[in-house]
């Protein structure tokens, strides 16, 4: 069965680049479906009457949609990151 | 009541004596197994048989060549895949909506039961043994498996081991066993119904016929291997088999006598996991000793299907194949250390809880140097998106989504709040569906033209992927928020708060069931009337010095006349074709 050939280098971009985007749908819907549309004490998960709020490091943000979102894309976006330039690095070296 | 058991037991003997006496009249079954030459147990050799296969249903009855049993390991795991899925399925129409609509929470539970028992032990693990039986033998060049009849004694105990397990709705008047698949004490002991005997029994017969088959695989590998076939030039499904076999000779033996306990607990007074006198925990020590070694038994060969097929489609040889080797035994020997992982919440001592906690991240380690062979193989690589090789991307797609949200259920504090939620539900589906099912649609697909002589519909096997794809994601992506949000596992209803969610799991579900229904119709119809390969290599194998023995056997049955049969001898101008 012939097929044309694809870079793999193209697939494996789309596959990081897909991965980071569902990351980021993700964390969007979750902040919807836990937090509530505007963060507020609206989802049916939220304990208390105030916006909820999270930290990673010295960073604190309040736990709404968005934040969530883009959350998902930065940390997936920085894991994956780093797995694909060990990857990169590790083919330049075995296939020079 | 005695009388009529008795009765009933002298009909049944009576019954198998008679179905032995015609199939021995029938066939001298003999005549045509690979033994037959050295007169098998009887030391004499049969003067009439005939060394041809026999004609019609008795060939497949009486076979033990291990092609013919590789292909009956799967029509059955395909008959249990449609078992499964249609259970999950009418699971899914419930949860559609919060209420209770379409099914009594009895038989939710009840189907619960057996889509969990049935995907697992008699869908996934006789699945790999399809490919195993059917390609193990010619990837090493070895003439059959090493116990050819004990290879079919093995598959013909799951076939009763599925009546046993599926009983509760095959007899009229029984209740269905409402267990889960994990069978947790008391639960277990105190619900009535004899279904759940019958599902212990058929799930002992399930382990031995595992257990039988590991046996052989690993006599096979070790002892049957060509002789230019060496430990280094050892294929990685084979690898990965043979690790596989090493985890079932531990694992479901242990099983086995933890099914004998729980069933002496429930007819015999026995008191091993009773709470007053025993200690349910008990249960779940020995249920997850094999429980989570069962998760590498399924994952390790697809893993090894992946690690076969994936560089075949990007032109070049897998990248760091010692690594892929090494960390499949790694995985392994790491698979018996992480058993408590699934019980943080039972009260066990902290100091345990700890390091099982370590061993079960450890555990990512080897996983993650696969998925970095995997796609630096990719990298630099020519890719052909055949449908075989769109479901190994899938698989590795999949299996980072499963395996990263199974790093923080390793995590003790985040599974206290996650434990017993559909994030659970949702990270493991994404492994034995997205990852492991997968895996097994590519190996269909692979070699689907050497064991048929015939192509599968391309436009028909590339809707299967994209509709797997997305409805795989949907589902278990949607169970993911579900269990964010707190949702339980194992409910047929629920606050309406969740409904949205389940609704769209409840949609990807169907978008997997149509996935299946074009894999089935592909594979049947193809099979009957898809167009003949021309060539022993129909994927340009040998262009990148990939051609394995499997395919050089294919070449040799194409050009080479023989007769359709083991143990005969090549007949003039018979050709295979």
Request: aromatic content about 14%.
């Given at each position: 069965m ?21 990351s ?8 919807i ?11 049916p998960?939220v ?5 909820a709020y999270?930290?990673?490091?010295p ?6 949609p ?5 959350f ?15 990857i ?9 | ?11 049944m003997?009576?019954?198998l ?5 015609s ?5 001298d ?13 009887l030391?004499e ?12 249903l008795?060939r497949?009855?009486?076979t ?20 499964g899925?249609l ?36 869908f996934?693990?006789p699945?790999?043994?399809a ?8 990837l ?5 498996m090493?116990f ?16 046993l397990?599926?009983?509760g709705?095959l007899?009229?008047?029984v209740?269905t ?9 008391p ?12 599902m212990?029994?058929?799930?002992h ?22 002789d ?7 294929d990685i ?6 690790t596989q ?10 099983l086995?006598?933890a099914l ?26 020995l ?36 690594f ?10 790491l698979s ?27 555990i990512?380690?080897?996983?993650a ?8 193989t ?8 055949t ?9 590795v797609?999949?299996?980072?989504i499963?395996g990263?949200?199974g790093i ?7 599974d ?7 994030y ?5 589906h ?5 990852a492991?099912?997968?895996?097994l ?5 692979y070699?689907?033209?050497m ?5 599968y519909?391309?436009r028909f096997a ?5 509709l ?7 589902t278990?992506l ?16 629920y606050?309406p708060?969740?409904?949205?969610a389940?609704q ?7 978008l ?6 074009l ?5 049947v119809?193809?099979w009957?009337?898809g167009?003949?390969v ?10 990148t ?33």
């Amino acid at each position: 069965m012939s097929e044309p050939d694809t870079r793999g280098r193209r697939v494996v971009l789309w596959m990081y680049a897909s991965a980071v985007a569902v990351s980021g749908l993700f964390g969007y819907v979750l902040g919807i479906i836990v937090y509530g549309d505007g963060g507020g004490p609206a989802g049916p998960l939220v304990e208390g009457s105030g916006a909820a709020y999270g930290s990673v490091g010295p960073v604190t943000f309040q736990l709404n949609p968005v934040n969530l979102g883009l959350f998902g894309v930065v940390s997936v976006g920085t894991l994956l990151g780093v797995g694909l330039l060990a990857i990169v690095y590790a083919s330049e070296r075995a296939d020079a | 009541m005695a009388s009529s058991s008795l009765v009933l037991t002298v009909l049944m003997g009576v019954l198998l004596v008679a179905v032995a006496a015609s199939l021995a009249r029938l066939e001298d079954w003999r005549s045509y197994t690979p033994l037959s030459d050295v007169g098998g147990a009887l030391g004499e050799r049969t003067e009439h048989g005939h060394e041809e296969k026999p004609g019609g249903l008795v060939r497949w009855f009486t076979t033990v060549d291990h092609k013919d049993i590789g292909i009956l390991y799967g029509v059955y795991g395909a008959i249990a895949f449609v078992w499964g899925g249609l259970a999950v399925l009418l699971m899914r129409i419930e949860l559609a909506a919060p209420a209770t609509n379409v099914i009594g929470p009895s038989l939710y539970n009840g189907l619960m039961t057996s889509h969990g028992i049935t995907m697992l032990f008699l869908f996934g693990t006789p699945m790999i043994a399809a490919f195993g039986n059917y390609f193990i033998p010619l990837l090493i060049g070895a003439d059959d498996m090493a116990f050819p009849r004990i290879n079919a004694i093995a598959f013909w105990l799951l076939p009763p081991g599925a009546l046993l397990v599926w009983s509760g709705f095959l007899l009229p008047g029984v209740a269905t066993a409402q267990t889960s698949w994990t069978m947790y004490t008391p639960l277990s002991i105190q619900m009535s119904s004899p279904a759940i005997d019958m599902m212990l029994l058929g799930l002992h017969l399930t382990g031995v016929s595992a257990t039988m088959g590991a046996v052989n695989f690993i006599a096979t590998i070790f002892t049957e291997r060509g002789d230019d076939v060496g430990w280094p030039s050892l294929d990685i499904f084979s690898w990965t088999m043979l690790t596989q076999s090493g985890l079932i000779l531990f694992a479901f033996p242990l099983l086995g006598s933890a099914l004998v306990m729980l069933l002496l607990d429930r007819n015999f007074g026995t008191t091993f996991f009773t709470v007053a006198g025993g200690d349910p925990i008990l249960w779940q020590h020995l249920f997850w000793f094999f429980g989570h070694p069962e998760v590498y038994i399924l994952v390790l060969p697809p893993m090894g299907l992946v690690s076969l097929i994936l560089p075949k489609f990007s032109g070049r040889k897998l990248f760091g194949f010692k690594f892929v080797v090494y960390s499949t035994l790694a995985i392994g020997v790491l698979s018996f250390g992480v058993w408590a992982h699934h019980m943080f919440t039972t009260g066990i001592d902290p100091r345990l809880r700890a390091s099982f906690m370590a061993v079960s991240l450890a555990i990512a380690i080897p996983s993650a140097v696969k998925v970095f062979n995997w796609i630096t193989t990719m990298w630099n690589g020519k890719l052909r998106l055949t449908a075989p090789m769109l479901f190994c991307i899938g698989f590795v797609q999949n299996f980072i989504i499963g395996g990263v949200t199974g790093i923080f259920l390793a995590a003790i504090p985040v599974d206290l709040i996650l434990h017993d939620t559909y994030y659970v539900v949702g990270h493991f589906h994404f492994i034995v569906y997205g990852a492991i099912g997968f895996a097994l649609f590519a190996g269909t697909y692979y070699w689907f033209p050497m064991v048929t002589g015939r192509m599968y519909q391309k436009r028909f096997a590339h809707a299967h992927f994209w509709l797997g794809l997305v409805g795989s994601n949907l589902t278990f992506l949607a169970m993911l928020w579900l269990g964010y949000g707190g949702m339980p596992r194992r409910y047929a209803t629920y606050l309406p708060q969740f409904a949205t969610a389940h609704q769209i799991a409840t949609a990807g579900a169907f978008l997997i069931a149509i996935s299946t229904l074009l894999w089935v119709w592909n594979m049947v119809v193809s099979w009957k009337e898809g167009a003949k390969v021309d060539t022993a290599d129909p994927w340009d194998l040998e262009e990148t010095g990939q051609l394995t023995n499997d395919w050089e056997w294919y070449e040799q049955q194409r050009d080479t006349p023989v007769p359709a049969t083991d143990g005969g001898e090549p007949d003039d101008g018979q050709s295979a074709d």
